[in-house]
């Protein structure tokens, strides 16, 4: 009896349910056909209704919207946006390796940084003025390189062999790669890279207004990322090579050249993460030994010309170099450049080893070489058209004693020794020393 009653309680709920759904489904019938629930609507009458719906609906004027519809091109194909620079199958790699063409046999005992030895020997055989200019300079940069891997393979457990991508700016499509080594015309360089971009000039100067990424070094890094290590060995071992190439600069003129620009003058950041901790450490022992008017404003709050915009809480050159040789203070604008660019890693091989103090007509030939004078104009900022005169050069480093330019010294061999950089008659005022007398008597063992 129980279940017989359950059963009927289920059954009616079951009709009351289906009557509700029936009822549902008849009023929205109601409403779409606008006809009551007793009359029948024809087959015809409903496609009327439809059609007279649809008539009104055309009717309506359209809205208005704020953009424009761009009108399709002649082949109806999206309009590309074209680069900087398009190679059109003239691969820099490609016309350095098929026109490069040096002296490569053994010349030891000639200056393999002088053009003109190279002139004199390349005029025997070529006539054309621009023949023979490249000719002698394919020359100096091939005993450059081979100075350099010759160097680089004395035994050395100090030297930086481990590769450091991150220095690097690796121009894929372009088969090129750069080093920047930093107050050696980085800055115009950096400039230059916009050229051999893929990015149409649209783009670049969308991003040269944006302030956080218009500094020269963060555009070029935006439009030339880092890559991974594997895709770097990749790179440096695809076929044909791409072209390596780098600049380099005096490194006693560098180190000078980053102080007068960097920590000379009040710069925030310089002096919060530098300038601040050196004056710390060495201003005592500097007022002991230039004495307290050296520090005044009579005379030029502590450095040896007058130089605008000086407070005198700034450090001095000499409390600069004491940091550098004692505590080893660096920063990429003067750290030693076979450091800074690992020279010595085995796995990558510089083809042109430029040279600022001859920048000009370096630049012009490697330009010229690689037959990008069309896309890459020379640049001359952030240079002062006789760089770091004689006095200035004096004046600087004659506040240091033999000792202290021997540890000098002694921390920039390898850019000296390797670069084929040497201490020439400019310094002779500051430096009135024979250098080899300071490394025998203050250093005990070879550099490094």
Known sequence: ????????????????????????????????????????????????????????????????????????????????????????????????????????????????????????????????????????????????????????????????????????????????????????????????????SDRSPQYVSKLMRDPKKSQPNVLARTLFPLITKTRFKFFISDTPKPVSFIIVRH?????????????????????????????????????????????????????????????GIEPTFWEFVSAVIERGTMNEHWKPATQLCSLCAKSIYFNFILKFENLREEEDYFLRRLNLTNVIKPRWENRSSEGISRKIRDAYFGMLNTRELGLLYKLYYDDFNLLGFTLDSSYSSAIPINFTSVLNHHLQGPPY
């Not at 691969?91 to 002296?103: G, L, N, S």
């Not at 601040?276 to 007022?287: C, E």
């Open 1 to 196: 009896m129980k279940m017989k009653r359950k059963l009927r309680w289920c059954y009616f709920f079951l009709t009351i349910c289906i009557a509700c759904f029936v009822c549902i489904f008849l009023i929205h019938t109601q409403k779409e056909f606008s006809a009551p629930l007793n009359t029948v609507i024809p087959i015809v009458q409903i496609h009327k209704s439809k059609t007279e719906v649809e008539k009104k609906l055309r009717s309506r004027p359209l809205k208005k919207h704020n953009f424009k519809i761009a009108k399709p091109n002649k082949f109806n194909l999206p309009k590309k946006e074209e680069p900087y620079w398009n190679p059109r199958n003239s691969d820099p790699a490609e016309i350095f390796r098929q026109e490069f063409r040096p002296f490569t046999h053994d010349i030891s005992g000639a200056d393999v940084s002088s053009v003109k030895y190279f002139m004199d020997r390349c005029s025997e055989i070529h006539s054309d003025n621009l023949t023979v200019m490249n000719c002698a300079y394919d020359s100096v940069m091939y005993q450059r390189s081979i100075k350099l891997r010759q160097g680089c393979n004395v035994r050395d457990e100090n030297r930086t062999k481990v590769l450091d991508v991150k220095k690097f700016f690796v121009l894929t499509r372009r088969h090129l790669l750069w080093c920047p080594v930093f107050k050696a015309a980085s800055t115009n360089w950096m400039k230059n890279l916009v050229k051999f």
């Open 251 to 311: 490194p006693f003129d560098r180190l000078l050249s980053a102080f007068r620009d960097k920590l000379e003058q009040y710069k925030k950041y310089y002096f919060n993460n530098y300038g601040k901790k050196i004056t710390k450490l060495y201003r005592i022992r500097g007022k002991k030994r230039f004495g307290e008017a050296f520090y005044q404003k009579s005379g030029a709050n502590g450095s040896p010309l007058p130089v605008t915009g000086r407070k």
